[in-house]
Nanobody, 124 residues
Framework: QVQLVESGGGLVQAGGSLRLSCAYS????????VGWFRQAPGKEREFVAG????????AYADSIKGRFTISRDNAKNTGYLHMNSLKPEDTAVYYC?????????????????WGQGTQVTVSS
């Protein structure tokens, strides 16, 4: 049984930083691709970032490129999303997601497991 639990969300002023964590339990963490998506009120859930099994490859949405960094610690079974220079438009529920295999997809439909989400609110 795979379980993903996000933490680290909260309220921050524009220009501030947050670090989201995604704690994984289940089969071997190093066997999964980890992704982060977000969903703002009234909008579709969108891809934010993804990281390969080894951590050697990453992908980012254009809207957050240069401000967010995805990482993982396979020894701790945990993924991270480091968010800097936050903007009000980054306000959303952020979801950690995972899929087995090598393919690092940017599509929601390709991910099998999801966390419950953590709220990030950026005030102007």
């Amino acid at each position: 049984q795979v379980q993903l639990v996000e933490s680290g969300g909260g309220l921050v002023q524009a220009g501030g930083s947050l670090r989201l964590s995604c704690a994984y339990s289940g089969r071997t963490f190093s066997g999964i691709v980890v992704g982060w998506f977000r969903q703002a009120p009234g909008k579709e859930r969108e891809f934010v970032a993804g990281i390969s099994r080894s951590g050697g490859s990453t992908a980012y949405a254009d809207s957050i490129k240069g401000r967010f960094t995805i990482s993982r610690d396979n020894a701790k079974n945990t993924g991270y999303l480091h968010m800097n220079s936050l903007k009000p438009e980054d306000t959303a529920v952020y979801y950690c997601t995972a899929r087995y295999g090598d393919y690092m997809s940017t599509y929601r439909r390709d991910y099998d497991y999801w966390g419950q989400g953590t709220q990030v609110t950026v005030s102007s």
